[in-house]
């Protein structure tokens, strides 16, 4: 059985976490508060870049869909499904909770 999150779910989280960053980078609070818009964003943006530079290097349309993305790559090395989700929400999980610490100093 496939989780699949569709334009709708993925357009409405996109703008939720374009939102979240733009209210947290248009603070009157600084650095900090830049920082931890980035921060909010890590995963997302590292996977983009990360694509972004494997297709241009490797001579594949940037527009179009592949299987080499990340989790892609974890599940072929024979990782299942749910340890991937784990790692990846893990990782999210730890970006996010940088971004809290950083602005409760």
Same mark, same amino acid.
């Given at each position: ?5 569709g334009?709708s779910? @993925?357009? @409405?989280?996109?703008?939720l ?6 209210? !947290?980078g248009n603070?009157?609070?600084?650095p $900090?508060?830049? !920082?931890?818009?980035?921060?909010? &964003?890590?995963?997302? &943006?590292?996977?983009v870049?990360?694509t ?5 290097? @490797?001579?594949?349309? %940037?527009l ?10 974890l &599940?072929? =090395?024979?990782l299942? %499904? $749910?340890l991937?989700l784990a790692?990846?929400?893990s990782v =999210?999980?730890?970006?996010?909770m940088a971004?809290? !610490?950083l602005?409760?100093?």
């Amino acid at each position: 059985r496939k989780v699949f999150l569709g334009d709708s779910g @993925s357009m @409405s989280c996109g703008f939720l976490l374009g939102l979240s960053t733009l209210r !947290l980078g248009n603070s009157a609070a600084g650095p $900090p508060m830049h !920082l931890a818009a980035w921060l909010v &964003l890590a995963v997302p &943006l590292v996977e983009v870049a990360a694509t972004v530079a494997r297709r241009a290097a @490797s001579g594949h349309p %940037l527009l179009e869909g592949d299987r080499s993305h990340t989790y892609d790559v974890l &599940l072929r =090395t024979g990782l299942r %499904l $749910p340890l991937v989700l784990a790692l990846h929400w893990s990782v =999210t999980l730890a970006a996010g909770m940088a971004a809290v !610490l950083l602005l409760g100093r």
